[in-house]
């Protein structure tokens, strides 16, 4: 399927934060079906997910059975699709509860217990059992092509990069990224690093950004500006962001598409530069 950017802006950057925050709480039956079912591995990347272009969807890594269970963000709906990507049941999110739509993919795995993920999410009514409502579907389709956009970005980038890893998008924050790891011989938590990838939005920052983050804090912190419009990020974390604001006033899809890959490439080599690479 040829992968085509889609221009954002349809809707305002910020104005989709109740359909974010309901997708997200969404997403999480994929992870506890993940974390119940398939090997663990490190990172607890098996219960990350990954985008289908051609379904508009969030989407595991097969189960051994070879099925994946998917979250299409438009249609706002659950799906459980054969090997071949072909939807053999599907469970519409709209006015059920997030309990319903884990005893809904509990039933694929009958000797499995689904347990809602340890981590901290961020704090909606459906976690306390309010039924979902979805929001608005252009709004979803806008965050859609959020996700969409962003792993064309970012794959690009991850494919022409030596040490860099897929990208997928992990449930804990509902970002999407990839890491480049530039030391693979060394601990984790010590190895030089670089991390990439698109946020739908959080807490602090309630709307779309691009990030790339050097790993460890470097301490020479003279910080360029770019011509893409990024900016730097120092409170939460260091590292160079590109928000949504700044992105869709770059205009047409051809405008906006350049101007990501302008800014992860500036901020890739600016944040080599400040590791000493």
Known sequence: MKREWKELGAVAPTDFVEERL?????SQPLSSAAQAVMTPLPGDSHTNLGWNHERGALTTHPFPSGHVAELRVAEFALHWCDATGVSVDCFALDGETLEAA??????KFPDVALQRRDYDMPEHAVANGATFDGGDRVKREELASWFATSDIALTEVAIATPGATSVRSWPHHFDSGSL????PDKDPEEALSIGLGMSPGDALTPQPYYYV???PRPKDQETPSFPSGGAWERERFYGAILTGEALIGSGEPAAQEARVRGFISAAINECARQLKL
Not at 180 to 183: K, P, S
């Open 22 to 26: 309901q997708l997200h709480w969404a």
């Open 102 to 107: 884990n005893g809904w993919l509990a039933e």
């Open 213 to 215: 983050i050097p790993y």
């Open 180 to 183: 480049i790891v530039i030391e």
